[in-house]
Every structure is written in C-alpha cells, then in structure tokens.
C-alpha cells in the first residue's frame, strides 16, 4: 500500500503563506487521487482540495482563491501552497489517496499549520 508523508507546516502570521508537501511512496503514484485534508481540535476532519494524476484539481469553497493544489508525478510528490492565510485555517493538515471511484484508502500522519493574529 501508499504510504504517505507531510512536511512544512509550522506557525504563520494571518496573511501569510505556507507550502505543505506529501511524498508518497510504495505504489504507482499515478494511480491516485490526491487529496488535502484538515482537521482542527474538536471539529471533523474535512476535505480541503484533490487532483488527479492528469492535473484536475477541486477545491474547497473555503479554500479556493487562496490555496493550490498541484502534483509532480517525476517526484512522487503532491504540494498545497496556501497564502491568505486565515486563523481558521489552523488545523492539523493530512494528505490522502484513492483511486478513481474508489475510497480514500491511505492517510499521511499529518502536518500541524497554525495561523495567529
């Protein structure tokens, strides 16, 4: 099965920007659906944004405008750059895949992003 790892969350100032990235490993990449997940204490997990392996991308009503999604199938790797940021963006961040018409069926372990006033 994929097996799926965040990094670059961290702390940032309302306004700014943030880059997370999610490199997969131990199946065909280009198999999946990538998703971006995100979970503040608390509340459930939801949906933030996902791409295909082609490049088509959705996006959240919360998030668009402000967050991208995009993926690099040479490196494995599926990136969300976020700037605008907003307090309510904080949330523990994961990455996810699944096939086409599938379930999402592998989750990162999840990146902390913390966004203050």
């Known amino acids: 099965q994929v097996q799926l790892v965040e990094s670059g969350g961290g702390l940032v100032q309302a306004g700014g920007s943030l880059s997370l990235s999610c490199a997969a490993s131990?199946?065909?990449?280009?198999?999946?659906?990538m998703g971006w997940f995100r979970q503040a204490p608390g509340k459930e997990r939801e949906f933030v944004a996902s791409i295909t392996a082609s490049g088509n991308t959705i996006y959240a009503d919360s998030v668009r405008g402000r967050f991208t999604i995009s993926r690099d199938n040479a490196k494995n790797t599926v990136y969300l750059q976020m700037s605008s940021l907003k307090p309510e963006d904080t949330a523990v961040y994961y990455c996810?895949?699944?096939?086409?018409?599938?379930?999402?069926?592998?989750w990162g372990q999840g990146t902390q992003v913390t966004v203050s006033s």
């Open positions: 131990g199946g065909t990449f280009t198999n999946y659906r």
């Open positions: 996810a895949c699944r096939r086409t018409n599938q379930q999402y069926e592998a």
